[in-house]
């Protein structure tokens, strides 16, 4: 079945690049996504990538996406403590729904 | 501004009782969704619902039931809430575009409910 995989904890310091790593299943993903999850907040989309698409990036933020290994990631430049959150990478499967990964939680040491 | 938002931050309820947790948004979306979030499991989808009175099941549906009669509102219900049922609970709206094509999810602040 479809199945995404991510690592569940990871700690940088201030200043420092951070890089999340996700693993999916379903080749057939049309868009992947990254959300971020704040504190007692619900999630907000970060940032999406086609399928079609090795690399976008959005200021800090660089997404690459190797679809030979089913692997995408996420950078962010410069991590800032306001980047600790916790971390979701989705695939947007041929039923039209998403699967979520089971969160990375990101943090930032001053 | 769009807005997801849902009926409680935090419930507290005690085993048995029947709970309804209520979620509205205000983008006009054909497609909403409860998930639950735990700890090192991430989000499981719960319910979702395409158009106003359709309901499919997610990959946990036992124990739960939704409502939807209004295009703006989806109800998740616990007929009788048990204990495992303690869980942080997303709603979330798409719109209805075709099913492959970009279909970003908008989520609300979500419910920590717990049972006692």
């Known amino acids: 079945g479809e199945d995404v995989e991510q690592s569940l904890f990871l700690s940088v310091r201030e200043g420092d690049s951070s890089v999340i790593n996700c693993t999916y299943t379903d080749s057939s993903s049309t868009y992947l996504y990254w959300y971020k999850q704040e504190p007692g907040a619900g999630l907000q989309l970060l940032t999406y990538i086609f399928s079609n698409m090795d690399m976008k990036q959005d200021q800090r933020l660089t997404v690459l996406l190797n679809k030979k290994d089913k692997h995408l990631s996420l950078r962010i430049a410069d991590t800032q403590t306001g980047d600790s959150a916790i971390y979701f990478c989705a695939e947007h499967n041929q039923g039209g729904k998403l699967i979520f990964g089971q969160g990375t939680e990101l943090s930032v040491k001053p | ?116």
Not at chain 2, 68 to 89: C, G
């Open chain 2, 1 to 116: 501004d769009v807005k997801v938002t849902q009926s409680s931050r935090y419930l507290v309820k005690r085993t048995g009782e029947k709970v309804f947790l209520e979620c509205v948004q205000d983008m006009d979306h054909e497609n909403m969704f409860w998930y639950r979030q735990d700890p090192g499991l991430g989000l499981r989808l719960i319910y979702f619902s395409y158009d106003v009175k359709m309901k499919e099941k997610g990959d946990i549906p036992e124990g739960y039931s939704v409502s939807r009669e209004k295009k703006e509102r989806f109800s998740l219900i616990l007929e009788s809430a048990s204990t495992n049922q303690t869980s942080m609970y997303l709603c979330a709206s798409s719109l209805g575009a075709a099913k492959s094509s970009y279909n970003e999810q908008f989520f609300g602040p979500g419910t920590r409910l717990t049972v006692l």
